[in-house]
């Protein structure tokens, strides 16, 4: 029989679109754009209210869920949330599923050439990382467990976001099937102007609130994406898209941090190009 892993197999082309990580990542920022768009168009012209670069508190959240394909393998399995766990996809002729004494998928061997896609913290801090090869990670971490790819999950969690996203903020732009941004200029303004007139008499007094009024924000959205999808994410905040990232590495893992446009320069300047 012909094997399904060469070309000459008639599934081959079918099977490698099924379970190609690049194929998926691919194409799942047009899909999630897609679903973006027709969202708005079914809810109507109002609910989509993009902000303008130069408007005054302009808020623009980067949403990154946390270790995404290991935390969505990881929810399915909460006895392996605190023991290093990596997605992968191929393994080498010498390993196998332990079908008999495990039902996580494990691996075993360790002179594989696969890269892993996503690996959760407990890994990472044996030095584990996303790219490398399983057989490196193994060396680092003997007792990492691997998990295949399950990309139906992964499509139902960020279906899932992005509801949330629309549903909640002013815009969305899809980035990918983990992370988005989302503009709250609008919802974050309309709700200063609830406040007490005499706590934004200063600009000092009107940024003080402002951020409190993001942050909360940013984290009842974190408890709604959590308990909808039972993965963590982190939000980085600021008044433009390039801000918002940098600000989601130092909101990681699962937290929010705010950088404010009057202090970009000291989070810029020691950056190196």
Same mark, same amino acid.
């Given at each position: 029989?012909?094997?399904?892993?060469?070309?000459?197999?008639?599934?081959?082309?079918?099977?490698?679109?099924?379970?190609?990580?690049?194929?998926?990542?691919?194409?799942?920022?047009?899909?999630?754009?897609?679903?973006?768009?027709?969202?708005?168009?079914?809810?109507?012209?109002?609910?989509?209210?993009?902000?303008?670069?130069?408007?005054?508190?302009?808020?623009?959240?980067?949403?990154?869920?946390?270790?995404?394909?290991?935390?969505?393998?990881?929810?399915?399995?909460?006895?392996?949330?605190?023991?290093?766990?990596?997605?992968?996809?191929?393994?080498?002729?010498? %390993? #196998?599923?332990?079908? !008999?004494?495990?039902?996580?998928?494990?691996?075993?061997?360790?002179?594989? $050439?696969?890269?892993? /896609? =996503?690996?959760?913290?407990?890994?990472?801090?044996?030095?584990?990382?996303?790219?490398?090869?399983?057989?490196?990670?193994?060396?680092?971490?003997?007792?990492?467990?691997?998990?295949?790819?399950?990309?139906?999950?992964?499509?139902?969690?960020?279906?899932?976001?992005?509801?949330?996203?629309?549903?909640?903020?002013?815009?969305?732009?899809?980035?990918?099937?983990?992370?988005?941004?989302?503009?709250?200029?609008?919802?974050?303004?309309?709700?200063?102007?609830?406040?007490?007139?005499?706590?934004?008499?200063?600009?000092?007094?009107?940024?003080?609130?402002? %951020? #409190?009024?993001?942050? !909360?924000?940013?984290?009842?959205?974190?408890?709604?994406?959590?308990?909808? $999808?039972?993965?963590? /994410? =982190?939000?980085?905040?600021?008044?433009?898209?390039?801000?918002?990232?940098?600000?989601?590495?130092?909101?990681?893992?699962?937290?929010?941090?705010?950088?404010?446009?009057?202090?970009?320069?000291?989070?810029?300047?020691?950056?190196?190009?």
């Amino acid at each position: 029989a012909t094997s399904p892993m060469t070309s000459a197999n008639p599934g081959f082309i079918q099977g490698y679109f099924a379970k190609s990580r690049l194929h998926h990542i691919s194409s799942w920022k047009s899909d999630l754009t897609y679903f973006v768009t027709r969202a708005y168009i079914n809810a109507g012209a109002n609910l989509a209210r993009p902000s303008k670069e130069d408007d005054e508190n302009r808020i623009i959240m980067h949403i990154d869920m946390d270790c995404f394909f290991a935390s969505v393998a990881i929810r399915d399995r909460p006895h392996l949330r605190s023991v290093p766990v990596a997605v992968a996809h191929s393994f080498s002729s010498e %390993e #196998k599923y332990d079908h !008999n004494n495990n039902s996580d998928g494990v691996v075993v061997g360790n002179n594989s $050439t696969s890269e892993l /896609a =996503s690996c959760n913290y407990p890994a990472r801090a044996k030095g584990v990382r996303n790219g490398m090869y399983l057989a490196a990670a193994k060396s680092l971490a003997p007792d990492l467990i691997v998990v295949p790819y399950e990309f139906e999950k992964y499509d139902q969690c960020s279906k899932t976001l992005y509801r949330i996203l629309i549903d909640s903020s002013d815009y969305v732009q899809a980035v990918s099937c983990d992370e988005a941004y989302a503009d709250f200029t609008f919802r974050t303004r309309n709700e200063l102007k609830l406040l007490d007139s005499t706590k934004l008499n200063t600009i000092e007094k009107r940024d003080e609130e402002l %951020e #409190k009024i993001v942050k !909360n924000i940013a984290n009842k959205l974190r408890d709604e994406i959590y308990a909808a $999808t039972g993965c963590t /994410a =982190s939000i980085g905040i600021s008044n433009n898209i390039l801000l918002a990232r940098l600000a989601t590495k130092r909101a990681k893992p699962n937290g929010v941090f705010m950088i404010h446009k009057t202090k970009a320069t000291e989070y810029l300047r020691p950056l190196s190009l």
